[in-house]
């Protein structure tokens, strides 16, 4: 069972940056493809950013490409997301999701089915 806990959430201001973290409780955490979905009141969730276990391998959503860097820290098991230029689109609930089944150390996943952990969410409202 893996424990996934998202932090770093929080009011700002269109504009402004938030850094969200994931911190996992397996220590075979550097295996695991990680990646980031959001959900916004009534809608979907919806892919963001995602890295492949090796770190190298990252994808991007277009509508946040250019403005959110994914990254990890595998001697530490977490997992972040570096989101800058944040604007009222951006505000939903941020999951971090593991994928625990097999996979290539050069690919990530974009699909919500593709993975096996999820985190309970942190919130981020951006202000107008």
């Known amino acids: 069972q893996v424990q996934l806990v998202e932090s770093g959430g929080g009011l700002v201001q269109a504009g402004g940056s938030l850094r969200l973290s994931c911190a996992a409780s397996e220590r075979t955490f550097s295996t695991y493809p990680m990646g980031w979905f959001r959900q916004a009141p009534g809608k979907e969730r919806e892919f963001v950013a995602a890295i492949g276990w090796g770190g190298h391998a990252t994808g991007y959503a277009a509508s946040v490409k250019e403005r959110f860097t994914i990254s990890r820290n595998s001697a530490k098991n977490t997992v972040s997301l570096q989101m800058n230029s944040l604007n009222p689109e951006d505000t939903a609930v941020y999951y971090c999701?593991?994928?625990?089944?097999?996979?290539?150390?050069?690919?990530?996943?974009?699909?919500?089915?593709?993975?096996?952990?999820w985190g309970q969410g942190t919130q981020v409202t951006v202000s107008s």
């Open positions: 999701a593991a994928r625990t089944r097999t996979a290539s150390s050069l690919i990530y996943y974009t699909r919500t089915n593709e993975y096996d952990y």
